[in-house]
């Protein structure tokens, strides 16, 4: 039996259960650190009906695995769980396999427990001077790091981040990395204070109030806020031809012109999950500052998830060989 | 006096109204020959409130001009007529000027008269080899070439196109010399018809039927329908990852997923005029066929808007030197 946190009906519990098996092909991993994501909290809310072990932001040591060379490595995973075998598979689009299972999201036990298991083939060894907190950050930071998979940031190019959130922050230091004239829009001046003191420039907007940034100032506009207002302002401030990148669920539907797409020839791009191995080599280069996104380290339970959904928390990891 | 079509307050009539006085850099240009797209259409029923000399697909031959070298040029023109000046135009972005007039459709006086002018730089003269029947068909040419300006169809593509009307059949024509798999899906079998004997599979697919195409067939997806059902059916077949792009503004509010569009990593891109050279180029090669398209020739007057607007009509054009 092991320990996890175990997700029914909306309760969130720590529960002892079976430990899980691995499939052939399949590594067993014990937890180290986890972190909570707002996928979790919108997990717990009813999203998905998932039932089960959430979670899937962890690093780990592997202790079983079919290739030897795995076991005792510290490693982070990619969280699809393709077939391998599917067209789309065969097509590079594995994170998109139709028969996929997603780590704690989908048809897979999550990362919120002592073990889990993986596919090999999803499991990247962690660089030894990327700490724990830095590698539990490697899923987010991949996904931040997925918008430069998709389009091409000139280092000359204009660019805007709505949304000081977790992903928020964690995308504008990607995208400053580019050299682009980068400005962040966001609620919290705290948030905000951490991208300034890297030479970004930040500015706090009240609800209700409106960047001063003129409209059409970007090439590129990257919507993370989740929100209708960070949507509208978005497409305000995006220039024609320019690409409006699409990070975040918004919780309610926002109003979409499609005459104003065509006339102004924009690009609406959905982002999901990214590269893992292009976010352990920033990590291990230190060119990605984690740190003061960690609001709290607190051992495995329901109270992680607690304080990461209170408003303006950052990052809370869970600490499960603190059990 | 010069006679051209007046559209006011929703009625279209020939008249006889001065003649226009080309600005400084700009050319007068008498027209030989004009299409009906359905734009004008659209501003006859009322789009944009447009009220003047509607037309923007024109052949015509240069009488006044600066560059004494275009006089007596056998032209057609780019419709954006853009200041030149301000910081999109010198991005490249004249075609999206702020302050851009649009022949025959915003601020500008249009091609359905036996006059016009542009300015100097938006005339392309057309290559000898190439008929004005050909020329004509420029303008929505380029539109069609727009969509391989912003993004890369490979030889191994596979694409559909959701229309038959005169774009889609356009489009499908540029597409098909890429050599990808193209699959154009319509309403009309004698349209259809059109495609098939260039060896591109056409099908026809009735009111509330939907293509026999998979699910997540295609890499690209073109709507060119101007329908909501023609925007659910590119949705649905296109893979994740896939590009979407909008040629045809929408008669009726498609509901569009967001969530979807992220999972899926979709590219929505909203897509406008197009270049011309590329469409001369097109044209004198002999590599797309218009001829079809042209559903009659007749004088200038608001017979050719009746007879352009019956259902399954294609292009209309109209001979200004008839009158």
Redesign the interface.
């Known amino acids: 039996m092991t320990r996890a946190l175990y997700l029914e009906d909306g309760k969130l519990e720590l529960r002892k259960i079976p430990a899980p098996t691995p499939a052939p092909g399949e590594a067993l991993v014990r937890v180290t650190l986890a972190g909570v994501c707002d996928t979790d909290l919108q997990l717990r809310a009813g999203y998905m009906d998932f039932t089960g072990v959430p979670g899937h932001e962890f690093v780990g040591i592997v202790e079983e695995a079919e290739d030897q060379s795995l076991i005792g490595q510290r490693v982070v995973g990619e969280i699809n769980a393709a077939c391998g075998d599917c067209e ?1 598979c065969r097509r590079g ?1 594995g994170r ?1 396999c ?1 028969t996929r299972s997603v780590l704690g999201i989908l048809g897979r036990r999550g990362a919120h427990g002592e073990l889990l298991t993986l596919p090999e083939r999803n499991l990247h060894c962690v660089p030894p001077g990327v700490t724990n907190e830095q590698a539990v950050f490697a899923e987010p930071l991949a996904a931040a790091c997925e918008i430069l998979e ?1 389009i091409h940031i000139r280092p000359d190019d204009r660019v805007v981040v709505l949304g000081d959130g977790k992903l928020g922050l964690l995308i504008a230091q990607v995208l400053a990395l580019t050299g682009c004239e980068l400005h962040l829009v966001g609620r919290h001046e705290s948030k905000l204070a951490l991208l300034k003191s890297r030479g970004v420039k930040a500015e706090r907007v009240a609800p209700g109030e409106s960047s001063q940034l003129p409209d ?1 100032w970007a090439d590129v506009a990257v919507e993370c806020s989740g929100s209708s207002s960070g949507f509208a302002a978005a497409r305000r401030l995006l ?3 320019g690409s409006l990148v ?5 919780k309610d ?2 109003e ?1 012109w ?15 999950c990214g590269p893992f191995g292009a976010a352990l080599r920033l990590l291990e280069r230190g060119l990605i500052d984690v740190a003061p996104l960690v609001a709290a380290r607190l051992p495995l339970g329901p109270g992680a998830y607690e304080l990461a959904a209170q408003r303006g928390v950052l990052k809370v990891l869970m600490e499960l060989d603190q059990i």
Chains 1, 2 share one sequence.
């Not at 699409?246 to 918004?250: A, G, H, N, P, V």
């Not at 104003?260 to 959905?270: A, M, N, P, V, W």
């Open positions: 789309r689009l998109h139709a998709q059409a220039r024609p031809r699409l990070k975040s669920t918004m539907s926002p979409i499609l005459a104003g797409i065509i006339i102004d020839e924009i690009r609406l791009i959905g982002s999901r």
